[in-house]
């Protein structure tokens, strides 16, 4: 009969490798992530430059850990910071402005977005915020500090194989565009805007990037403020600014897959954000959405960035809201949408 030790012994050598890979880490499918465009993204990188486009102040933050404003423009997380954790990179997506960004920060990825900015230059004055090329500028800056960090071959392994997604263009047309109305028409300011987008993505090829997820423009038609500024007493969604979005969005689309034959070994998903969107404000009872057309904060018409602070009233339960203020959706509507690009964008890649 054999001693009871050896037989212990025995039993613990054949579960001991089925523990070990039942508990081993899953490899991230990217080794990092890198974040383009407007406030949709904007993790908090308005925080450091001169500008009045803000939410570092309460009640935007709300529900974020720690419940304290970011600079995020919402009640809690964004699509960037949901997108991290399911990947499994990490919990938050870092601005590339914040003065503590960590070496790991700087090697799984960082968040280059700035409230208020466009793919136009032009927008990004008004509000004196951070456009698309000066986003550009900065990952160019990254990519020396990446190589400082791990080194040229690398940093280059980490690049070519990261995920670049830009979310930007509304800004472009519910903010600059207006000033442009009679001047140009708005089939010609997409094909200029489209111009720009093919640049900045080559450009971020040029620079190592090779998996590109562009977004195409949400429903903008229907979002509380534009639906205010329209003046229509019964608040429906801006037909005219919708069509305009899906004018673009199929122009768009048709570009991204131009641009991806032309760029050898490249990959370029474009991401319906108008098909999104409209899900959730159509089939309001499924997501249990009770507010569509306001925003939570004060009367939800006009109240974003300083206009929506401590001393405004809020709703009590955001959840419920399809927007947090008069621009910005919930971090409900986020967690759907991050959601929708986990099953029907990132397998693309």
Request: glycine share 8%; aromatic share 10%.
């Amino acid at each position: 009969m054999a001693h009871p030790v050896l037989l212990l012994l025995l039993v613990l050598l054949l579960v001991s490798p089925a523990i070990s890979s039942s508990t081993k880490r899953v490899q991230p499918k990217f080794p990092a992530t890198f974040y383009f465009g407007d406030s949709i993204f904007d993790t908090g990188n308005n925080n450091h430059i001169s500008t009045l486009g803000v939410a570092s102040h309460l009640p935007y933050g709300r529900d974020f850990p720690g419940r304290r404003p970011t600079g995020r423009f919402s009640n809690g997380r964004l699509v960037p910071d949901l997108l991290n954790e399911k990947l499994q990179l990490k919990e938050f997506s870092t601005p590339y402005l914040d003065t503590n960004l960590s070496d790991e920060d700087i090697k799984t990825g960082v968040n280059f977005a700035s409230a208020g900015s466009g793919f136009d230059d032009r927008t990004s004055h008004l509000s004196n915020t951070l456009p698309l090329s000066t986003q550009v500028d900065l990952f160019e800056e990254y990519l020396k500090r990446l190589s400082d960090i791990a080194g040229d071959r690398e940093a280059s392994r980490i690049v070519t194989n990261s995920l670049i997604f830009i979310n930007s263009g509304t800004n472009d047309f519910t903010r600059y565009y207006r000033l442009l109305r009679g001047r140009m028409d708005i089939g010609e300011y997409q094909d200029t805007i489209l111009r720009m987008v093919r640049e900045y993505v080559k450009e971020l090829y040029n620079l190592g990037g090779r998996k590109f997820c562009l977004a195409g423009l949400a429903p903008f038609g229907c979002i509380p403020l534009q639906i205010t500024l329209s003046g229509d007493p019964e608040r429906a969604c801006v037909d005219e600014q919708n069509r305009d979005a899906q004018n673009y969005n199929s122009k768009l689309e048709k570009m991204l897959q131009t641009l991806q034959a032309s760029l050898n070994g490249s990959k370029i998903v474009y991401l319906n954000s108008y098909q999104t969107f409209t899900e959730i404000l159509v089939n309001t009872n499924k997501y249990g959405f009770t507010e569509t057309r306001r925003g939570c904060c004060g009367t939800g018409l006009t109240e974003v960035g300083l206009l929506c602070n401590v001393f405004t009233h809020t709703c009590r339960n955001s959840s419920s809201y399809v927007f947090y203020d008069a621009v910005h959706p919930t971090e409900r509507v986020y967690r759907i949408a991050t959601d929708y690009i986990l099953k029907k964008v990132i397998p693309q890649f």
